[in-house]
């Protein structure tokens, strides 16, 4: 599924802070990468995102391909939330806006050395077939 994202221009940074630039979604990414899976869960996080956003953002982030959802209850139907490979790409990215952040910005939580150390591969979560292989 192709993400509904218009951009700006062919410009790679652009492109990619079409998708990704605004207030929420990176925060969204850093979320799952700490191992959130659930609406509530990232709604218990310090930033405080409004439900309509966060719902929107999360499918944004599905339809781009970087999340996806699997039903862990049919009534109420729930989801849970997880990063594909395209999503637990971002990782490097997110660490080093924490290094830029905690060098340059007072005032900025000390980023855990365990987080620093992730590697993309450690933040995917293997689907239930996966796991049977």
Not at 18 to 40: A, H, Y
Not at 47 to 65: Q, S, Y
Not at 69 to 95: F, N
Request: proline share 5%.
């Amino acid at each position: 599924m192709r993400a509904n994202i218009k951009s700006r221009s062919g410009c790679p940074i652009a492109t990619s802070l079409d998708l990704l630039g605004d207030r929420w979604t990176l925060v969204i990414v850093r979320d799952m990468v700490t191992g959130k899976k659930r609406f509530g869960e990232f709604l218990s996080s310090p930033e405080r995102i409004p439900t309509n956003i966060l719902t929107d953002r999360l499918k944004r982030l599905e339809g781009a391909g970087a999340v996806e959802t699997h039903r862990y209850q049919d009534k109420p139907a729930r989801h849970e939330y997880r990063l594909t490979q395209k999503g637990a790409d971002l990782l490097p990215t997110l660490q080093a806006l924490c290094r830029w952040a905690n060098h340059h910005l007072a005032d900025t939580w000390k980023t855990p050395r365990k987080f620093l150390e992730l590697k993309p591969r450690d933040v995917i979560v293997k689907s239930a077939a996966s796991a049977k292989r």
